[in-house]
């Protein structure tokens, strides 16, 4: 059984960073892509930032690019998402998932989403 467990949500100032965790159990974590989704009250989940199986591609949303970045820690089974130049808009939960397809380049969609964490929260004000 996979788990996934975030961390490192808060409040920050527009302007400011953050960087969230998302430790990984339960599964070969080297040999699927991970991702990060996030949900505003009212709103669809929407698609973040994934990594590939081996962490040599990653693929952003435009909302983000430029300003986040994801990575992953083979030796500790997590992926993190640093998130810098945050704005009012990125306020939102956001949940960590893995893909339930194997050794595949992204993850954008929620339907080939496997696991999802419990989510964290973000709150950016000015």
């Known amino acids: 059984q996979v788990q996934l467990v975030e961390s490192g949500g808060g409040s920050v100032q527009t302007g400011g960073s953050l960087r969230l965790s998302c430790a990984a159990s339960?599964?070969?974590?080297?040999?699927?892509?991970m991702g990060w989704f996030r949900q505003t009250p009212g709103k669809e989940r929407e698609f973040v930032a994934s990594?590939?199986?081996?962490?040599?591609?990653?693929y952003y949303a435009d909302s983000v690019k430029g300003r986040f970045t994801i990575s992953r820690d083979y030796a500790k089974s997590t992926v993190y998402l640093q998130m810098n130049s945050l704005k009012s808009e990125d306020t939102a939960i956001y949940y960590c998932?893995?893909?339930?397809?194997?050794?595949?380049?992204?993850?954008?969609?929620?339907?080939?989403?496997?696991?999802w964490g419990q989510g964290t929260q973000v709150t950016v004000s000015s």
């Open positions: 998932a893995e893909d339930a397809r194997w050794r595949r380049l992204w993850l954008n969609e929620e339907t080939d989403v496997g696991s």
């Open positions: 339960g599964r070969t974590f080297s040999s699927y892509a």
């Open positions: 990594i590939s199986w081996s962490g040599g591609s990653t």
